[in-house]
């Protein structure tokens, strides 16, 4: 294994058995739901964000009493939401203070050029700063997040608390303003018994690290008070290095709106959603009884290798109290949100085969993870495209488990998915950056590169992007 392209496991713990959760500390539950603090534009132009980020090693109190050191953005995990428009130019300077280690800024999603992307080939050493500055094109209004992508080092310095939230707003809304608009990220924590994070295990490496708790902004089952008959706009991120989110909201109503690139054109009624790592959802959810309402868990199965799998049913994220009075009316949801505009007929088709491999290093035993049979090497191309070519992509997982693909530098359209032997086209038309492929799947979607450079594909599972399920394609103008 250790002769396999990419497989460096030096900056990997990795001890046989996953820490034991520490029972005796226990999380603070309750607590009003908490708006993440803006990140404050230093400019005084219009229609120029300027601002500092740094990563840096901090602490935080998760349980009572109990210090725990975390990586984070200017002092918070999350970090700081930038907020920002379309036609906005953004300048961002970044600082690593993460000793001894490499980091990057990688803007999740964001039609950013090539070398302003945060790739692992484009390393900011520790105690080093860069300015990372890109334009906000029309269209690109979504919700977008960042986060390192450092080689060998991206999961740990994301489970440690490295994520923010960027959010990108038209200068027009369709969405009423009455419904607000509630960011939602999801993390999770494992925290060993003297309040430390413990390192990856084996059992991480296989399987991705899925913690002990699920915080919701930072928070554990935090509070949102509503009154009878409002509609709430939530933005859901699932910012967790591994864990897949099938949520449902009791008997609150739930209306689909967006996904990863923004709106879609019309809303979509759901009973539930499963959101994996990643991903992003933007739901109204309409409250029409009084009473407790809790954004729950649904047991999904993405598939486990060995023992520990986690019982990821029947966790509550979220408890919204419905007053037994109303406010003012709400206004009703456009019944079209905007138009998105069909790719065209692909003029290349491409396949992208997943798979995994287990075996004796001179470690112990080791896990690799492989796109068309080949480990992620950082010199070498697996794809050249050319800007602007509407590319079909086989995405087929042949692997024990679901993978979360992602393409860095656009937006594709899933067309449909083919599982043992039954095609299912795309419940709708939307923009995404990150799709599941489950376990036996083919998932087939219509991309274009827009920006030449090189730029990454990758399993979102971070230990299996880290393991070798990522890739680079230089796009050529």
């Not at 210090?67 to 200017?74: H, Q, R, S």
């Not at 959010?167 to 309040?195: E, I």
């Not at 003029?347 to 080791?366: H, L, P, Y």
Request: hydrophobic letters at 45%; charged letters at 25%.
């Amino acid at each position: 294994m250790n002769a396999m392209p990419g497989m460096d496991h030096s900056a990997h713990g990795m001890p046989a058995h996953p820490a034991k959760p520490a029972a005796s500390l226990m999380l603070k539950e309750g607590e009003a739901l908490r708006d993440l603090p803006r990140l404050a534009n230093e400019s005084t132009d219009a229609g120029l964000f300027r601002a500092r980020l740094a990563a840096a090693p901090a602490t935080a109190r998760f349980a009572e009493g109990v210090e725990t050191p975390v990586l984070a953005y200017n002092g918070m995990s999350p970090g700081p939401l930038i907020e920002a428009f379309e036609g906005d130019r953004i300048e961002i300077d970044f600082t690593n203070d993460i000793p001894g280690e490499d980091s990057t800024i990688h803007w999740h999603g964001m039609p950013v050029p090539a070398d302003q992307d945060g790739n692992p080939m484009d390393p900011v050493v520790a105690g080093a700063t860069r300015r990372y500055a890109f334009d906000l094109p029309a269209g690109s209004a979504a919700s977008y997040w960042f986060h390192p992508h450092p080689h060998g080092r991206t999961a740990e310095q994301v489970y440690r608390g490295l994520a923010g939230i960027f959010l990108v707003k038209p200068k027009a809304d369709p969405v009423p303003a009455a419904y607000g608009d509630t960011v939602l990220v999801f993390t999770d924590l494992r925290l060993a018994a003297d309040g430390s994070i413990p390192e990856n295990s084996m059992m991480d490496l296989m399987n991705g690290r899925v913690g002990d708790h699920v915080l919701v902004n930072g928070q554990k089952n935090p509070v949102l008070d509503v009154p009878l008959g409002a509609k709430r706009r939530f933005r859901l991120f699932n910012a967790t290095n591994a864990r897949f989110l099938k949520l449902f909201f009791g008997a609150a109503t739930m209306t689909v709106i967006g996904t990863d690139g923004g709106l879609l054109e019309a809303p979509v009624a759901v009973g539930d959603v499963l959101l994996a790592p990643a991903e992003r959802l933007e739901l109204v959810v309409s409250f029409d009884r009084p009473g407790e309402v809790k954004l729950e868990t649904l047991a999904y199965e993405r598939g486990w290798m060995g023992p520990g799998k986690p019982d990821d049913s029947g966790l509550t994220l979220l408890t919204v109290n419905v007053a037994s009075e109303a406010d003012e009316p709400m206004p009703p949801l456009p019944e079209k949100l905007r138009a998105i505009a069909a790719l065209g007929n692909a003029t290349i088709n491409r396949r992208f085969v997943f798979t995994e491999k287990m075996g004796m290093g001179a470690s112990g035993m080791e896990m690799g993870f492989f796109i068309n049979d080949v480990a992620f090497d950082m010199k070498r191309v697996d794809v050249t495209a050319r800007v602007g070519e509407v590319e079909l992509w086989e995405v087929i997982n042949k692997a024990d488990m679901d993978h979360p693909f992602h393409v860095h530098g656009t937006q594709f359209q899933v067309v449909e998915h083919e599982r043992d032997g039954k095609v299912s086209p795309s419940a709708y038309r939307a923009w995404k950056d990150t799709v599941n492929v489950a376990k036996g799947e083919t998932v087939r979607l219509l991309l274009k590169q827009d920006l030449p450079g090189l730029r990454m594909y990758h399993c979102h599972i971070l230990e299996h992007e880290q393991l070798g399920m990522m890739g680079i394609v230089d796009v050529t103008v």
